[in-house]
């Protein structure tokens, strides 16, 4: 059973920095592909980021990349999403989702934290 608990969200001035984490408190964590969303107002959710059940491997969209970490550890059953250079435009609800199968696409995702709100200001 893969339960997830976001954390780090807040409200932060443009340029400024976040740190999001997730936490499963289940027992497989490192069988799951670990993977950022975020969905802002009036807007479907859009993938952010995607890491590997290793962590070896990650995926970022082309608005993030350069300016986002997708990174995990195993031993703590975490992920964690470093954002730096935030932008007013990356104002949304971030969830974090595991899957067994790597995708971009939110329906392949079974399990869904309940969301943590980032909010930038310009």
């Known amino acids: 059973q893969v339960q997830l608990v976001e954390s780090g969200g807040g409200l932060v001035q443009a340029g400024g920095s976040l740190r999001l984490s997730c936490v499963d408190s289940?027992?497989?964590?490192?069988?799951?592909?670990m993977v950022w969303f975020r969905q802002a107002p009036g807007k479907e959710r859009e993938f952010v980021a995607r890491?590997?059940?290793?962590?070896?491997?990650?995926v970022y969209s082309d608005s993030v990349k350069g300016r986002f970490t997708i990174s995990r550890d195993n031993a703590k059953n975490t992920v964690y999403l470093q954002m730096n250079s935030l932008k007013p435009e990356d104002t949304a609800v971030y969830y974090c989702?595991?899957?067994?199968?790597?995708?971009?696409?939110?329906?392949?995702?079974?399990?869904w934290g309940q969301g943590t709100q980032v909010t930038v200001s310009s």
């Open positions: 989702a595991a899957s067994t199968r790597p995708s971009m696409v939110p329906a392949s995702y079974s399990y």
């Open positions: 289940g027992h497989t964590f490192s069988a799951y592909v």
């Open positions: 890491i590997s059940w290793g962590g070896t491997s990650t």
